[in-house]
């Protein structure tokens, strides 16, 4: 089968043996690929994971003398059952599913060799547990989003957001637009987004956003502040300790770049009391000022991936109809222009998500 590779930091097309389903899992075809930013991280910066994962875990994420095929966001058609397996879903069904191998040594798919490939490939291998079938009515392309969307929908639950809060989303970036979506499901609101791209911007309206800013002529934060302003005292959020009872609902900041500086940036902007969820990757030391944070009372929690609930609930989410999500596709290329659109990733902004469709 055909599957795009990196190896010593190239990406190309190569054909590779047919991955074989071993016990509880299930070849399947690909039908689309979403490519994401931390796909391009990891062919860039792979060292700055492996930094991270070996001071936390002791081990290296990435197997860098090793070809790996990526692709952690995916939709795919059952081809065939391995052994000791329900085969409850009928071959031809098609399914997503969050990208792991449940093997007594768990593999994350996307992030592993060839052997296991990721779903930058014709084919590929899944845990049969861990399939949810795509309903009639979501479309394929749609179905690919799912993944990126639980990362988005993980954000927001980490930070509890409730009807009332008025977010920031800096950075419209795929997530980030993403994250908008969410929110915009939930009723919250208004939000406010930020981006120094203006076709991002317009994607970020397009998905919810009631408020969008150019941070390069107009601060972010001053934005927020006015949008979440309020002379009703029920609807403000509980005064901190040095700052007080403030005319504000309750604010609640997404960090979505991953760019050095920002976290800090979004600290210090932010009203007393806010929450911060920070999902943007960013894999270099950074500073933050902890008394900024101190004085301000402000709650700030990292998100990566997802519960298998809250992967569920999205795929339920697109199917019903309640998160609109299909402005984000911007895109569409086979295997062999993969490469291509690594290049653009994070340089063409009317970019958001490219998907791979393998048979193209």
């Known amino acids: ?38 796909d391009k991280s990891c062919a860039v910066h792979a060292d700055g994971f492996n930094r991270a994962s070996q ?34 879903l009928p071959v031809g069904t098609r399914v997503v599913s ?21 779903a930058y490939a014709e084919r590929m291998v899944l845990s049969e547990a861990l399939l949810i079938p795509v309903p009639d009515q979501l479309p394929t392309e749609v179905a690919a989003l799912t993944e990126p969307l ?5 954000s927001v639950n980490r ?37 120094l791209s203006a076709e991002r911007r317009d994607l970020a309206k397009v998905l919810g956003a009631d408020v969008v800013v150019d941070p390069a002529t107009e601060s972010p934060y001053e934005a927020w502040t006015w949008a979440a302003a309020t002379d009703d005292p029920a609807r403000m959020a509980p005064p901190t300790a040095v700052f007080g009872q403030i005319p504000l609902r309750p604010t609640v900041g997404f960090e979505c770049t991953g760019a050095p500086g920002l976290l800090q940036q979004l600290i210090a902007g932010a009203p007393a009391g806010s929450r911060i969820s920070v999902a943007g990757i960013n894999l270099d030391p950074d500073t933050i000022e902890p008394a900024h944070g101190i004085l301000k009372e402000l709650d ?45 990733l994070g340089h063409h ?3 958001a998500k490219v998907l791979i469709d393998p048979s193209a």
């Open 150 to 154: 639980a990362v988005a929908l993980r």
């Open 55 to 88: 001071a936390l875990m002791g081990v290296d994420l990435l197997d860098l003398d090793q070809p790996i095929v990526f692709g952690h966001e995916f939709v795919a058609r059952v081809v065939s059952y391995g052994p000791d397996t329900q085969q409850q």
């Open 159 to 195: 930070v509890e957001t409730a009807a009332d809060d008025v977010p920031l989303v800096l950075g419209c970036g795929p997530i980030g637009l993403a994250v908008i979506a969410v929110l915009k499901m939930r009723g919250v609101g208004p939000i406010v987004a930020a981006d």
């Open 300 to 344: 700030i929690r990292f998100s990566l991936y997802y519960s298998p609930e809250e992967f569920a609930a999205t795929v339920a989410h697109l199917a019903s109809g309640e998160l609109e999500a299909a402005p984000l596709i911007t895109g569409t290329v086979g295997l062999e222009g993969v490469a291509d659109a690594f290049a653009r």
């Open 1 to 38: 089968m055909r599957a795009v590779v990196l190896s010593e930091g190239e990406l190309t097309v190569r054909e590779l043996p047919e991955p074989v389903p071993g016990p509880g899992e299930v070849l399947v075809e690909v039908l689309a690929a979403g490519i994401c930013g931390s």
């Open 349 to 351: 902004p009317s970019d």
């Open 98 to 118: 969050m990208p792991m191998l449940l093997r007594q040594q768990p593999v994350l798919l996307g992030f592993a060799g060839q052997e296991t490939p990721g």
